[in-house]
């Protein structure tokens, strides 16, 4: 089973499966659709149970419009707070942190220099990471990922109204406006 886990695209179909004496019968089965096959086979192992949930798909045009006015916010951001974040991403990421649409983890390191060099090295490998040193304890937050396999509908929609209410509040305009300026500049 390899590390990261990718969803994997199944049918439902009805497929003849041979026992252990031959005996052929039909079943029920979720099957990989051929281009994820090969993902399916090194992600799951022989007889081993996985649980399933259907995914719902996720508008492209929710998403294309979330990211229009991620960009527009950026554009839009006061100076006094601007240098902090040198691309959207960077915003995006700092935002789904705030908004607590994050992963946190802590490590206790021996003592207060080794936290700081603990720090160092995941800023180094991790420029989008909120790090907080307290003592001999690093405390790492991580944006939730927000793509199509990481994240559910609900949830993104969710994550979505969470930045840009966030993002409205810190530029210091009305409430919707980004939404409503992204969709009249696409």
């Known amino acids: 089973m390899t590390s990261k886990t990718y969803v994997v695209v199944c049918r439902w ?3 003849e499966v041979i026992d ?3 005996v052929a019968s039909r079943v029920k089965a979720m099957v990989p659709v051929p281009r994820y096959a090969g993902i399916a086979e090194r992600q799951f192992a022989d007889g081993e ?3 399933m949930a259907p995914v719902e798909p996720r508008s492209r045009a929710s998403h294309n419009h979330y990211f229009a006015a991620l960009e527009n916010g950026f554009s839009n951001l006061p ?3 601007s240098a902090r974040f040198p691309t959207p991403e960077h915003l995006r990421h700092w935002l789904l ?3 607590d649409w994050c992963d946190e983890h802590e490590f206790e390191m021996a003592n207060e220099r080794e936290a700081q060099k603990l720090a160092a090295r995941i800023r180094a490998d991790s420029p989008f ?3 907080t040193v307290r003592g001999n304890t690093v405390i790492r937050r991580d944006a939730k990922s927000q793509s199509a396999s990481c994240m559910g509908k609900r949830d993104f929609e ?5 930045v840009l209410d966030l993002l409205e509040h810190i530029i210091g305009i009305g409430r919707g406006a980004l939404m409503k300026e992204a969709k009249r500049i696409r």
């Open 13 to 15: 179909l009805e497929v």
């Open 20 to 22: 252990g004496d031959g």
């Open 49 to 51: 149970e996985y649980p």
């Open 79 to 81: 100076e006094s707070i």
């Open 97 to 99: 942190i705030e908004a």
């Open 129 to 131: 990471s909120r790090l």
């Open 158 to 162: 969710d994550s979505k109204k969470d």
